[in-house]
């Protein structure tokens, strides 16, 4: 285990998937399990933590759901926003700032309601301008969602066979934007 | 960022090589160790490179760029290929860096800098673990 300079947790990222997690996947576990759960047996929501390291420093990051396995993106991108987070000053050797802590909260909510369970994890990749973007590269396409300072997220889709291309606001084309993604499994 | 205006410099030739230093975390190697850059490298609007003939000029060779950053990449564009997606090519020196340049224009929206990434090709490619 990496060594630990300090140990850091914010409000923000502790709230992170306090409740878009356990609504993501309320549904998934009904819809799987319910038939199995007696009326007197109700699923209990448990409280879960896990801890990433990156550059020296430890996030922790607690949340309240069913105790269901995590799908195989959680881990990957947890640790890609934490990554990001721990940025120095000058990341980028061109004067970069460090990334901004709420555009990771922000989009930390925003993508754990649209993946679903077997989608595909996206990297989490810092911009000069302290904001972010999620990349997905497969099966031809590009897709990227953007979340930066003072401009409203939008994601950018490239079929690179085609040619075709196309950008969309967010949240308004969020089906659409799960959509590409569900095809990317 | 930066209010300053750039014009399109003619004296830079388009078949002009601009370096841009790579780091790890725009890098996304494949499972055969092929490095991919992120368009995230090419989204400045004043976009910071270094112009190949001042180092030339100067008797530096192009791993100069990257010689105070160990474990970067060093990509290059051409003038041309910047020119082609409405970018300006502009010197700007600076006392640290005297071949330092500038491709100025609006990258974020359009796909503009994924087609800038596009055109790159590794002049000093970065180990995946290094």
Known sequence: ?185 | MSDRAFEDDPSIADEERLFRRIPRTWIDWDDDGNAAISSAAFKDEELSINIESVMIRDGRPPADAVRQYPGYGLAAITAAHARSLNQLVARDPIEEEPAHGVVYGQKKRGGIAGKLRDGASWVITPPPNG
Do not use: C
Not at chain 1, 27 to 48: C, E, G, I, N, W
Not at chain 1, 60 to 74: H, K, M, N, S
Not at chain 1, 85 to 106: E, K
């Open chain 1, 1 to 185: 285990m990496p060594a630990v300079a300090t140990a850091e947790l914010t409000l923000p990222e502790r709230a992170i998937l306090a409740s878009s997690a356990s609504a993501a996947y309320l549904d998934h576990f009904s819809s799987v399990d319910r038939v199995l759960v007696s009326a007197l047996q109700q699923p209990m929501q448990v409280t879960r933590k896990r801890t990433y390291y990156s550059r020296g420093q430890a996030y922790t990051i607690e949340w309240r759901d069913f105790g269901q396995p995590l799908p195989a993106w959680f881990d990957p991108l947890v640790q890609g926003f934490v990554d990001v987070l721990t940025l120095p000053p000058n990341w980028n050797s061109y004067q970069a700032g460090t990334i901004d802590s709420q555009i990771v909260h922000d989009a930390m909510n925003f993508i754990n309601g649209v993946l679903g369970p077997t989608s595909p994890a996206p990297r989490i990749v810092p911009l000069s301008s302290g904001g972010l973007q999620l990349e997905w590269h497969r099966k031809s396409i590009d897709l990227e969602v953007v979340f930066d300072r003072g401009e409203q997220p939008f994601f950018y889709f490239r079929n690179r066979v085609s040619g075709d291309e196309s950008e969309h606001p967010l949240p308004e084309d969020n089906s659409l934007l799960s959509s590409i993604i569900a095809n990317l499994e």
